[in-house]
């Protein structure tokens, strides 16, 4: 298979842990004869202090011709603490995430038998965790008008959903459940939002043709905190953009690796993988940060065009790396090992 | 001291928990030599099945005059799975709150030893848990503008804030941080939303006049992250309705305890006590619910009034039912105690 893959190191530990990720996807070409072509672009705070714009139009561009993007991480500390700020690098990631149309972000969250230990709940708890977040992305009060009044006392932002938004993902997420363990949980506030009695009721339709998958409705606020209590409780949550945003952080944390965990964002004519972490700059340039959520990014993006056995070994060569203890300082405290060693290792077990 | 208490049970549990914190304050009355004068009032799913209303007239009204509310929980499951209802029992809290002007809800978070055992969390995580939560609780997407399109495919609700709904709450909990260990964290998502970064920029100029307080911000994602990772780094936590509904119930839970912590809402005029919990329909009549959230509500209100010998009392009745384990199957499995009997427990030893 030829493919084009658009690599968006962006900001932080973003280029570095994309590196790893690059190390394994030619060692896939390689032993499978494929033939990748990588073209990287900048995005986020790397590309406003060149363009001033946190996504060039080239980089869109490129996005737009590609097969596939990779993504590393977005976001600096600098803008951050500066509330007055007019552009902001995650706007790059927003606008890659609007133009490009990618609605769906697939967070899968599944416990490692070896990372128990770093879970903050107890073992009895998280054992047997396996749920996956399809989170809107597109929508929301991520996107909707945003005010600020001319005299800066007063500011808002709408969030707003149409059916056909809701409707096309849930229609990803119950299909999700079909191939899975047939439990779908709609997370949303909608004892107090109309947004979310919207998507009450589109997915309340939609769930007719989808028999055998059970379904219910939980409010986030309590969502987070079954996330806790009996995250095994869960097979596939459905949720809006800023519900899924907190959900997901809280699965990467329970299973004791936020820097395992990778996402998938779909669209009808893109796609996107990227970790979950951030962009993590106290570690820039330090050799600590773990490769592996970037390196499983590359995983569902084989998965995504039905390459599984060559997502397979990637898979297989991360557990050789983990059960051998060739992991980042994150994983174990007291190792040694460095991002750019654990890639080497695993690349090489492919 | 002479005070006028509203009573306003509400559905599900509320009423037989109420019941438990009444006969306290009766003992507090007959000790300490007070007179206090309690009137019931419907409010939730029960008003609405008498006149309609979640919140009727004369229940507002009395609760204007009264000098303190004391509030059961809401909500009914008919309602909850009916994303048509157009009156909604939620709405009865949720007036009250706006109409009184109850702006902030102090929810403080404090691990209890005994129920160290009960967290999700590992008990090294949570040891010396001790937070309070501001939550702002009469603006924010709660109660901006709602809209759903005339044909009903498109629905939005609007997150405000206004610079004075910041600071009024702002500063309520810089004060409490300076009573306490001096450090405020402010929760919110100012890389996304616009609301946020006035509240960023707000605090920033409020935080000047409290220099002995060290303060900082952090976005929600991270935010219930560092509730599970890491909950002693927090002191005082400032935010918005909406992320503090789902931090203060993560808050509840990681110390093991959602049928113990109280909450109070604070008005320039009125002030509310309830317990964190809600209605629990499928407890109600069955004599299990933990009525010491309750109880803790009414020292949350004793407190307001200055009386802290009272409140004293009332908290070593509580501990002395938890150390003889005289408690609700909640707290202990094998406990046999009805709601009833602690009740009775705790306001016998007060
Ligand atoms: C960087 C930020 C805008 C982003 C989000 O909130 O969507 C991130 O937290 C994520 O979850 O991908
Ligand atoms: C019942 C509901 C409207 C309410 C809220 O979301 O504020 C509750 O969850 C709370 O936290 O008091």
Redesign the pocket.
């Given at each position: 298979m030829q493919l084009k893959i658009a690599l968006l190191g962006g900001d932080g530990i973003g280029p570095e842990v994309l590196a790893q990720s690059v190390k394994c996807l030619k060692a896939i070409e390689e032993t499978f004869n494929h033939k990748f072509e990588y073209v990287e672009a900048p995005v986020g705070a790397i590309a406003m202090s060149g363009s001033g714009k946190p996504l060039p139009n080239e980089t869109l561009k490129l996005c737009r011709e590609s097969d596939a993007i990779l993504f590393g991480a977005i976001g600096a500390l600098e803008y951050d603490n500066n509330p007055e700020a007019k552009v902001r690098p995650e706007q790059g990631l927003l606008s890659l995430r609007k133009e490009l149309g990618l609605f769906a972000n697939v967070r899968p969250v599944k416990m490692f038998p070896t990372l128990l230990k770093n879970s903050p709940l107890k073992e009895s708890i998280v054992l047997g965790t396996d749920l996956v977040i399809f989170r809107e992305l597109t929508g929301g009060i991520y996107f909707g008008e945003k005010n600020i009044s001319a005299d800066g006392t007063k500011a808002s932002d709408v969030c707003e959903y149409s059916e056909k938004e809701i409707s096309r993902i849930a229609h990803m997420a119950f299909k999700a459940a079909k191939r899975r363990r047939k439990k779908l949980t709609l997370v949303d506030?909608a004892?107090?939002l109309e947004s979310s009695r919207l998507w009450r009721k589109t997915v309340t339709e939609i769930a007719k043709s989808y028999p055998d998958v059970t379904w219910e409705a939980m409010?986030i606020?309590?969502a987070a905190v079954q996330m806790m209590l009996k995250p095994t409780q869960f097979d596939v949550i459905l949720t809006d953009n800023m519900f899924g945003d907190i959900l997901s952080d809280q699965g990467s944390v329970i299973i004791g690796s936020v820097g395992l965990l990778p996402s998938a964002s779909i669209g009808t004519e893109n796609a996107m993988f990227e970790p979950f972490h951030g962009s993590y700059p106290q570690a820039k340039g330090k050799n600590i940060a773990n490769p592996v959520a970037s390196i499983f990014s590359t995983v569902m993006m084989l998965q995504h065009f039905g390459l599984e056995e060559e997502a397979n070994s990637i898979v297989k060569a991360v557990h050789e790396s983990l059960s051998r203890k060739v992991v980042t300082p994150d994983i174990l405290g007291s190792s040694k090992y460095g991002t750019d060693y654990v890639g080497d290792f695993i690349s090489e077990h492919i």
């Open positions: 506030k004892n107090v409010f606020d309590n």
